[in-house]
């Protein structure tokens, strides 16, 4: 145990007197780039961060490689803190391939008995003397979506390293796809062993037809094919509202639209087309397939169902023609009333008197309402109403405002007959008069029409003019 704690002390002491004696190396590359016929160099500063005076030796042992400094520095001493720099150079020796190296530099150092050594590699980019006929190196990371909505632009970023000293000039980067319109085509440079990070953007096709597509990112450098990407992509569906566009042509009071319909989604789908109007237009609409009010808003709607891109022409029209036409109906037929209507209106009513038990009529009361709706008098009236035979007529002073001017009996009852020589401009008079039931009399009594004649104009032609009929209802 003690044994193995001396040694361990010793151990110590020794590191120790190697870290106070350490030595500062640094190498820096001047020329790290080149061929077989040229001679790459180095800096070397070496400073002695010591208490002693040390001595150095810097040599090289790799094979196929002549790696020196200058001759006066190949071996020389450093007193303490003192620093020394010196060129290495490097050259091939034999016919190494293009690619990268690193061959080791030796530097040993001695501090009376005591030896200590450095060793360094020297990274050495080597080129071809001319061009090579091989296949360049790229290292390639894609960052892409994996979803992509047809009708947003697609954003790629390639991140590009160039793993071999080859300088490749008018690099050719091709996109390519089943879609059509998914391609893209762009040089450019990527010098030796350096990164490059490319950005650009594809804008597909809105209608492309949603499923799984592989995409692929091609390098071609003279038009052979260096590497290629392949990416899986997944198209959407969208369905988007149907765009539209409206023309209009105007022939007399008649509008003609063309409602040119476009479905800009990538699935076939049926959906309403809506063209927002007002309840006016709505009434001369011609060629719809319906009126909707749709959140107050009122629409001319027709359903359409339309593949993705695809267009539908929609004619109809608002035809004001049909409003003129009615109110030129109208008119006509409010001008052809006040003409052929009667200037007297006649209207009749009735109220039944039941006896005590309420099981038979006792009497009825008819009122005559006649009435001059004009403002100028109309001359020799003459009214005749008709009982049926089934009652008769009370004759008592109480017959009305009016007394009849004859009282005839016919086959079909009897005719109660009042005359006037003249009914003023919005005169309204008033006839009634009673009569009595022969039997009794159970469901309904019709009471019939009551025939009005006068004068027309200045000469002798007669005007007719006839009440309503009345029905009293005998339970």
Known sequence: MRGKLITLIVLLLLVATFV?????????????????????????????????????????????????????????????NQARTTTIT????????????????????????????????????????????????????????DKIYPSDPVPITLQLENKNPLDLTNLKIRVQSEMNDFQKEMLIDLPPLERKTTKFTI?????????????????????????????????????????????EEILAWKYFYTVRTTNPGNVKK??????????????FVQGVDDVKVIDGQRYLTWERSLSPGEEHFIHYAINYRLGLYLLL?????????????????????????????????????VTLEVRNTT????????????????????????????RPKEIRNTKQGTKV???????????????????KAKLNILGTFSLPRANLEFIKGKGKKKGKAYSNVFKLSVK
């Open 20 to 80: 106070s004696a350490a030595t500062d190396v640094e190498l820096i590359p001047v020329k790290n780039e080149i061929n077989l016929k040229e001679v790459g160099s180095y800096t070397l500063k070496l400073t002695n961060s010591g208490e002693v005076t040390k001595t150095y030796k810097i040599f090289s042992l790799e094979s196929g490689w002549l790696i020196d400094p200058l001759p006066e520095d190949r071996t020389f001493s450093l007193k303490p």
């Open 90 to 145: 490097v050259k091939p020796s034999v016919d190494f391939k293009p690619g990268i190296y690193a061959p080791s530099l030796i530097i040993d150092e001695y501090q009376g008995d005591k030896y200590l050594s450095y060793n360094r590699n020297l990274k050495i980019y080597l080129s071809p003397d001319g061009p090579v006929d091989y296949l360049p190196s790229i290292k390639v990371d894609l960052d892409m979506p």
């Open 203 to 247: 804008i597909p096709n809105p209608h492309q037809q949603p499923k799984d597509y592989t995409i692929f990112i091609i390098f071609e450098r003279h038009g052979e094919q260096v590497k290629v990407i392949p990416k899986k992509v997944e198209i959407l569906p969208q369905y988007p509202d149907y765009i539209y566009t409206q023309t």
């Open 270 to 283: 049926a959906q309403d087309v809506k063209i927002p109007t007002n309840f006016w237009k709505s009434l």
């Open 329 to 365: 109906a109208i008119l006509f037929f409010t001008v052809f009333y006040y003409v052929v209507r009667s200037p007297v209106t006649v209207i009749k009513k009735a109220v039944a008197k039941h006896t005590a038990d309420h099981e038979t009529l006792s009497e009825i009361k």
């Open 375 to 402: 403002k100028h008098p109309v001359k020799g009236v003459e009214i005749i109403d008709l009982v049926p035979a089934i009652a008769n007529v009370q004759k008592s002073l109480e017959l009305g405002t009016l």
């Open 417 to 435: 007959i009042w005359a006037l020589a003249e009914i003023d401009g919005q005169e309204h008079r008033i006839i009634t008069y009673k009569i």
